[in-house]
């Protein structure tokens, strides 16, 4: 598999854009847990908001890899797609596991994290349909 950081750069500029909103709503959510819940709720609020961007950066090397594969099919492209979409619910599910299982991480923070950075991504993708 090829992973050429040009091709992964020009993939989708909205997806770095969002990536970027992503970075600045986990600063500000750290931040937040930090100053009520100390340095439990500012690790847990990191590692949810870390998690988002990780299932954005997954989406942006599959954008790459089927910008580079173009000229497939249909059906190669559709198989694309529900891999990326696989791949990405069980990065999720198991990231969720091992933060609040192995690693035991604050529930509330964690959530928060994940959520402000979903809603982003989620906001970001309509405000570029405009």
Aim: hydrophobic share 50%.
């Amino acid at each position: 598999m090829n992973s050429d950081p040009e091709q992964m750069m020009s993939a989708s500029p909205i997806l770095w854009k969002q990536l970027r909103y992503q970075l600045v709503s986990l600063f500000g959510m750290t931040l937040l847990f930090a100053l009520y819940n100390g340095i439990d709720g500012f690790l847990a609020a990191l590692y949810g908001g870390v998690m988002v961007m990780i299932n954005t950066l997954l989406l942006l090397w599959h954008s790459a890899r089927a910008e580079r594969l173009e000229q497939q099919s249909a059906g190669q492209n559709f198989r694309i797609i529900v891999r990326c979409a696989v791949e990405r619910l069980v990065i999720t599910v198991a990231l969720f596991a091992l933060g609040l299982g192995r690693l035991g991480l604050e529930p509330l923070p964690l959530i928060c994290g994940f959520a402000a950075g979903q809603l982003l991504f989620i906001i970001g993708g309509m405000r570029s349909n405009r």
